[in-house]
């Protein structure tokens, strides 16, 4: 028996066919059940009331108890995320931006053969590709970004000891101890 699977994101909510005039009172209500402090029923009667002031019909009572689970799933899995990106970001110390995206780079590389064992179609293998274009390209754009910083703070440190060569030769040190110094204490070579 071959499993069907659904194309799409299936049947839209009633909250998702509202109007473009609603998006204020949509935003207010998700910002309502994220921040957990009223209930929401008393969330769904003021939705309705900013509804209506707008002259929308009323969502029902189950359509707002869908849709607000559906919501508080996608919370969930986006601060699980955040969590586990902050924690390895941490872990990382200051190499966390580039080892992150490696990181990331990897698992979404995994994610993409795991999924490859079931039956894809043509849409499914574009989509993949693209999602592997688009990890090898922050991967590329991390390296580039962390090499361009590498260079800055080596002209930096260049910078410092040519001025630092200066003040020592306006001091009266010779060519050779300046040469030394440069190269002891700020590891440039001359």
């Known amino acids: 028996m071959t499993s069907i699977r659904r194309e799409g994101r299936g049947h839209l909510s009633s909250i998702d066919t509202l109007p473009e005039e609603a998006e204020p009172d ?21 939705f309705n009331a900013r509804l209506a002031d707008r002259g929308i019909g009323k969502v029902s009572a189950s359509a707002f108890k869908r849709w607000s689970l559906r919501k508080a799933i996608q919370y969930r899995r986006l601060d699980e995320t955040r969590a586990i990106a902050s924690d390895i970001a941490g872990a990382l110390g200051t190499d966390g931006a580039e080892q992150l995206t490696i990181a990331i780079a990897e698992l979404v590389k995994v994610a993409i053969y795991e999924s490859l064992e079931g039956d894809l179609g043509p849409k499914q ?15 590329k754009v991390s390296s580039e970004h962390r090499a361009r910083l590498e260079a800055r703070v080596a002209a930096q440190v260049e910078e410092a000891a040519d001025r ?10 010779s060519a050779d101890r300046v040469a030394q110094i440069r190269r002891d204490v700020l590891g440039v070579r001359t």
């Open 26 to 46: 949509i935003v207010w209500a998700l910002e309502q059940l994220r921040a957990r402090e009223q209930t929401q029923l008393a969330i769904l009667e003021e």
């Open 164 to 173: 630092a060569g200066a003040a020592a030769a306006e001091a009266g040190l």
């Open 125 to 139: 293998i574009m989509e993949i590709s693209k999602a592997l274009g688009s990890v090898v390209s922050a991967q």
